[in-house]
């Protein structure tokens, strides 16, 4: 569904990370794509999908990747997130 994504063995610039695309004329449309460094990638269509992707994508960084600098950065970039979330909700 998504093109470009496959493996990217032999690729030294492969596009890891999570993006998320609105189309704009079609306000309720939004996908998303990530693939990682270990050659897990996922893709999804629709609110639902896309937020439970990106959720997945968390995740994925923090707990279950095999690669230890991935989880040491999602860890980080995960208690960035909890941090600002608990900050504005004590607004
Ligand atoms: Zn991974």
């Known amino acids: 569904m998504t093109p470009g994504i496959g493996p990217s063995i032999g690729n030294p610039h492969p596009g890891f990370g ?6 704009s004329k079609a306000l ?10 270990c050659g897990r990638a996922e ?9 439970a992707l990106v959720v997945r994508y968390g995740r994925h960084r923090r707990d279950d990747c095999p690669i230890p600098a991935i989880r040491a950065a999602g860890a980080r ?3 960035a997130l ?3 979330l608990s900050k504005r909700r004590s607004k």
Do not use: I, T
Request: charged fraction near 25%; aromatic fraction near 10%.
């Open 18 to 23: 999570l993006r998320v695309r609105f189309d």
């Open 28 to 37: 309720d449309l939004v996908s998303a794509d990530y693939s990682c460094p």
């Open 43 to 51: 893709d999804a269509v629709g609110h639902a999908e896309v937020q």
């Open 77 to 79: 970039e995960y208690a």
């Open 82 to 84: 909890q941090h600002s």
